[in-house]
DNA sequence: TTCTGTACGTCAACCCCGTTGACGTAGCCT
DNA sequence: AGGCTACGTCAACGGGGTTGACGTACAGAA
C-alpha cells in the first residue's frame, strides 16, 4: 500500500470525525501521554487510542506510519517538555547538572511512558535541539572533541537509563511496590551477620539510601570525573 | 479455572508430547533462552515456543501460570548462569570493574529477559550474595559508610540502568533497531551546519560512538570519581 | 460560484497473540 | 487389573496491529 501518512506541514484538509473531533499529530500525542498516565502504559493500543480521541482507530495511521512511530512522537515530546524554559548560565557543570535533572524529572512525571520511550532514539526536532546543547555545553568547556562526544553518550544515556529505571519503580501497581519496599525492610534487614556482614553493618543507611533515587549522586560522580580530565588535559596543552 | 501447574518437586507423570518430546520446566526454560538467542527478541511467543518444543502451545500452561511467570524463570535462571566462576582480585577496582562490566554482559545475552527483569528487586540467594560483594568490596577499600551505601546505589543502578538500555536496543523489533540507527546516519549527519554547529562539527565522531555502549566508559568515569574521594577522605583522615 | 480531485475518516477484514474450558488418553498407584 | 487423574491436545474467545477499499466533504481552480 502506498504511504497514508502525509507531513503535518503539508497538511491542508481537517476533516471532523463522526464525533466532531478535528484530528492532528499533535492531538493523538498528547491523548497517547494522557491515556498512559491515566491508565497505566498497557493501555496504549491504537484501539483505545482511536475511542480516547473519538475517531475510528485507523485514523491514527493517517498520522503515524505504526505504534513505533507514534512512540518515537511520545518521545520526543517528552525531550520537548523537559527542556522548556530551560536557558544556559554558561557554566557548564551547573548547566549540565540543571540538563540532567531536568530530564530525569520530566520521565519521572510520566513514568508509564517513559519506560515505553526512554530507549528510543528519536532524531526529531525536541531530540536533536537538546543533542546540540548538550555538545555544545562541553565543547565550549573546552573538552576537545573525541572526549565531549564520549562525554556526551555516557551522559545522555546515564541520565536515560536512571530514568527508565525510576520510571519503572513509580509504574509498579502499588502492591508491587509495596513488595519491593518490603524486600529491603524485611529480607535485608534481618540477614545474618555472619553471612552477610557488610549488609548487616550497612542495613540502616541501605534502606533509607535505596527509597530515593540514585541520580543525582551518580550525576554528580560524572561531572567530577568529567572536570578532573578537563584540568588534566588543560594543564597538558598548557605544558 | 483452577490452577493448572503442579509444582516440578511433585511431578509424577511425564507423558510425552504427540512428536514425543517428554516436557519439563527446565527444558521448557532452556528452549525458550535458546529461542530467543537464535531468532530474536520476536521469537519468544507462546505458540513458536509450543512449536519449538514440539508440544501443543497449551502445554507451557501445564508448567507456567503465564508468559510473564515464564520470563522470571528464564531471568532467575541467567543470573544463576552469570554469577558462574566470579573471583575476587582484592584490587577495589578492577573488582568492581569487572563485576559492572560482567552484569552489563550476562544482560546483553538476553535483552529480552534482560528489560524484564532489570528493575525488580527480587531478594533472593544471587542477588543477596551480589549485594554482599559489592559491599565488601567497597568497605575494604576503605570507604565509609555512608559513601559505601551511596557509591554502591550509584554503581548497581548505572549498570542496571546502562543493561536495561542497551538490552532494549538489543530487543527492538528488527525493523525498530534499523530505524534507529538509521537516524544517526541519516538525519543526524546530514543536518545544516548552520543551525546545527556542533552536531556537525562532530557527526563521523557521533555516529561511529553511538553504536557502542557507552556503558564501559561511564562506568570509567565512575569509578575515577569514586578513586577520587577515596584519597580525598584519605588525606583528611591523615592530616 | 461551481467544479473537481483527493485527503482522510471509516469500515471490514486479516492474521497474530495469550489464555482457558473441555476432553480423552496414557501413566502411576493400589 | 482397575481406577484416578495428570497432562497433552483441541478449539474457541477476546483483543491486538495493520491494511485495502470506499465515499464524502473539503480546498483550490476556473
Request: hydrophobic share 50%; net charge neutral.
Amino acid at each position: 500500500m502506498a504511504d497514508r501518512v502525509i507531513p503535518e506541514p503539508q497538511r491542508r484538509r481537517r476533516r471532523p470525525t463522526k464525533q466532531g473531533v478535528v484530528l492532528s499529530a499533535e492531538l493523538i500525542v498528547d491523548t497517547a501521554i494522557r491515556l498512559i498516565g491515566q491508565h497505566g502504559a498497557d493501555a496504549l493500543t491504537v484501539r483505545r487510542l482511536g475511542a480516547a480521541l473519538g475517531a475510528d482507530p485507523s485514523a491514527v495511521y493517517r498520522y503515524f506510519h505504526s505504534t513505533d512511530d507514534l512512540l518515537l512522537a511520545v518521545a520526543d515530546e517528552l525531550i520537548g517538555r523537559a527542556r522548556q524554559g530551560w536557558q544556559p548560565t554558561g557554566d557548564w557543570r551547573a548547566d549540565l547538572r540543571a540538563m540532567g535533572l531536568r530530564i530525569h524529572a520530566s520521565y519521572q512525571a510520566h513514568p508509564q511512558a517513559a519506560l515505553l520511550a526512554a530507549h528510543r532514539t528519536t532524531g526529531r526536532v525536541h531530540e536533536t535541539t537538546a543533542v546540540e546543547a548538550i555538545l555544545g555545553i562541553l565543547r565550549t568547556a573546552g573538552f576537545p572533541d573525541r572526549e565531549a562526544v564520549r562525554l556526551y553518550h555516557a551522559f545522555v544515556d546515564q541520565s536515560l537509563g536512571f530514568a527508565a529505571l525510576d520510571a519503572a519503580a513509580l509504574a509498579l501497581p502499588a502492591a508491587a511496590a509495596a513488595a519491593d519496599l518490603q524486600v529491603w525492610q524485611a529480607s535485608y534487614a534481618r540477614l545474618d551477620a555472619a553471612t552477610h556482614p557488610n549488609i548487616a553493618a550497612t542495613a540502616e543507611l541501605l534502606t533509607t539510601d535505596m527509597r530515593r533515587s540514585g541520580y543525582p549522586y551518580a550525576l554528580d560522580l560524572l561531572l567530577d570525573a568529567a572536570e578532573a580530565r578537563l584540568r588534566a588535559s588543560a594543564v597538558e596543552a598548557a605544558g
